[in-house]
């Protein structure tokens, strides 16, 4: 740490002397408050200048930082080592400063309490390469943990597919095990030593597009994860709701081309190339939807959980019928547990009213 003495007080009556700008005195200056130094050289140098000086551009204007750690960690990423042991354990290691933030086990199919991330011994032959500053070992780590969890997989896979004499293709990947179509499966812990002999190709989660909201967008996932967790875990979109799973109670109701759907209930795979929307996309900037301001007019809402679920199969209904009668709004299913059906009637009929919706 560099430090500096004040200096002594001024005897009362004493002439103003300007000091000499010498170069320790200079330096520590520039490395402690790099903006009072070029204020001190402007003072000394050049008495009357009044116009600004530009300071020289930061690191952060030329490179963002995050990019620069990553490239100066880059030769350690070969380093990472992945390992699962007898008793299930998923272990990963990687000679680095920090490691693990926000790493998801997505790619493995493990249970979160199965893993752990630990520090390796230092390095000190590795310099820079064992930093990772500003939080970044989600960007840097992302593609080399990716792919060794892919090849982890692959070998447990095709592990199990020769135990069982089933074609690996047909088996998948749950909570730190093996499942075959009839049910039986292998956990990773008994799978551990024959994966180990097993060489294979891999290949990293398939990476599937659609629209959201009116937005491209990119992710990687198990094709038969539901929609419902891709879009809450994956792309932080929350307004559908979670509260069965299994498409009754209509919580998480919102549209896929245009059609109402349950996302709990479709698998991402299934929504590749096509138009999404939840009831984040419903209003147009700040001007809510037709149905959105019913809903507020009319003051639907107690506890609101089931809420954009009840709006978004709303606004399938008055597009398929603009005018709906009593018995037709009777037949959605949506559930509402603070029985709020009375009012849900009314803010339909409200918005059909006023006008087509679109």
């Known amino acids: ?146 792919a060794a969890a892919a090849a982890a997989r692959a070998r447990l896979v095709t592990a199990a597919a020769r135990q069982w004499g089933l074609a690996a293709g047909s088996l998948r990947t749950r909570d730190s095990a093996v499942l075959a179509p009839d049910g039986r499966t292998l956990g990773f812990a008994q799978l551990a030593a024959l994966a180990a002999a097993v060489t294979v190709r891999t290949r990293a989660m398939p990476v599937y597009n659609f629209v959201l909201n009116g937005q491209p967008v990119s992710v990687d996932a198990p094709g038969d994860m539901p929609l419902l967790w891709v879009l809450r ?36 795979q299934d ?8 009831i984040e996309g419903l209003a147009t900037g700040e001007q809510l939807h037709p149905v959105q301001q019913a809903w507020i007019d009319c003051d639907v809402a107690q506890c609101g959980f089931c809420q954009p679920g009840q709006i978004m199969t709303a606004v399938a209904l008055l597009r398929k019928n603009p005018q709906p009668s009593d018995a037709d709004i009777d037949q959605i299913q949506n559930v509402c547990r603070c029985g709020t059906y009375a009012r849900i009637r009314a803010a339909i009929k409200l918005a059909a009213a006023r006008g087509p919706i679109s």
Do not use: W
């Open 1 to 146: 740490m560099l430090g500096f003495s004040p200096p002594s007080p001024r005897a009362r009556g004493a002439p103003i002397t300007t000091p000499h700008p010498d170069r320790r005195r200079f330096l520590t200056y520039l490395v402690a408050a790099p903006t009072l130094a070029i204020g001190a050289s402007l003072a000394v140098d050049e008495p009357s200048a009044q116009a600004a000086i530009p300071s020289l551009p930061g690191i952060p204007d030329v490179l963002d930082l995050g990019d620069a750690l990553i490239l100066a960690g880059l030769p350690t990423s070969s380093l990472l080592v992945l390992q699962l042991t007898a008793d299930g354990r998923v272990l990963l290691q990687l000679p680095r400063l920090e490691v693990g933030q926000g790493l998801t086990t997505d790619e493995l199919d493990a249970r979160l309490t199965d893993v752990g991330v630990r520090l390796s011994d230092a390095r000190p032959e590795l310099l820079f390469n064992q930093l990772t500053g500003a939080s970044n070992s989600v960007r840097s780590l992302y593609t080399p943990v990716r």
């Open 233 to 268: 875990d994956k792309l932080g979109v929350t307004g559908p709701k979670y509260g069965c799973g299994v498409g009754v109670c209509r919580a998480c109701t919102s549209h896929l081309d245009g059609a109402e759907v349950q996302p709990c209930t479709v698998a991402v």
């Open 271 to 278: 929504c590749a190339g096509r138009q999404v929307t939840t």
